[in-house]
Nanobody
Framework: VQLQASGGGLVQPGGSLRLSCAAS????????IGWFRQAPGKEREAVAC????????YHPDFLKGRFTISRGKTKNTIDLQMNNLTPEDTAVYYC???????????????????WGQGTLVTVSS
């Protein structure tokens, strides 16, 4: 299992950013895959997950609809669209999966077994 996250960078408050996760080494029609983040001094938290066998998504309520996970236009990629970003969204963002986990909700409420290397998102003026 290999996961490669990209698309991070510096963005101003109120701006948008789209992250992409390229998956390889497994079939993207079985396990759930998700995006997680870790801000400095804080625990890692889930921000969105998708079930690749039925495309059901899960987004935590605290994001208030600002983030959306979806399949990317490129085969075997999963994107995270982030809108109306605030400085509190500054973090390293990781994509992750667990071949034993098919539910998007369950993946977002667990600690996945396989992680990508992370991409840094900085929201600052």
């Amino acid at each position: 299992v290999q996961l490669q996250a990209s698309g991070g960078g510096l963005v101003q408050p109120g701006g948008s950013l789209r992250l992409s996760c390229a998956a390889s080494g497994f079939t993207l029609n079985r396990p759930a895959i998700g995006w997680f983040r870790q801000a400095p001094g804080k625990e890692r938290e889930a921000v969105a997950c998708l079930s690749t066998n039925n495309d059901i998504t899960y987004h935590p309520d605290f994001l208030k609809g600002r983030f959306t996970i979806s399949r990317g236009k490129t085969k075997n990629t999963i994107d995270l669209q982030m809108n109306n970003l605030t400085p509190e969204d500054t973090a390293v963002y990781y994509c992750a999966t667990d071949l034993a986990q098919a539910s998007s909700y369950a993946l977002c409420h667990s600690r996945p077994s396989d992680w990508g290397q992370g991409t840094l998102v900085t929201v600052s003026s």
